[in-house]
């Protein structure tokens, strides 16, 4: 498993437009120059997560990165109601290719 | 990547309910004894497979399977109107600890 807790470029999916994220992923590598980007979702985000993970491999930066490693993972915590919750966590790390 | 075609206990999730994967998993590694189970999924299914993987390992076979390799891709084809569509997969492998 791969830590990820201190790392400076990962990008958080949720609700903004699909393809803010993937931009978001392009100037990582691109302009800021990253060798790794971290790729994170919770809950019914991580489908949308592999489909940035996907789109930014295989189509915007195509055989310049490469998924290096997938985590996935629990949290639990309680809800308003006090009652415990579980909800599943994606980590994809994108890797710049020599 | 894991080579996947060919495997034979494979849990393909879809709309059924939640607990009906779960169960499906836990079948397969208790009842008929396999050491490995391949769970897929495509789209928007995604989030559940790593739900049902999770909810497998963490709860219900908790210290007896854990998550030997994740694979994510994409599948393209033409939809009904003729125009490109792209698809992400994952391919969730659960095996047996020993």
New interface residues.
């Given amino acids: 498993m791969t830590e990820t807790t201190g790392r400076d470029n990962f990008i958080y999916i949720g609700n903004k437009p699909f393809m803010n994220y993937v931009t978001s992923v392009v100037v990582q590598f691109t302009t800021k120059g990253a060798s790794e980007v971290l790729v994170k979702a919770r ?5 949308r997560a ?2 940035v ?3 930014a491999c ?1 189509r915007f930066l195509k055989d310049q990165i490469r ?1 290096k490693d ?5 949290e639990e915590f309680k809800n308003n109601e006090g009652k415990d919750v ?1 909800v ?1 966590t ?1 980590d ?1 790390v994108l890797e710049k290719l020599k």
Same sequence: chains 1, 2.
């Fill in positions: 809950g019914k985000f991580i489908s592999v489909d993970a996907e789109v295989k998924v997938i985590n996935i993972n629990s579980r599943s994606i994809v």
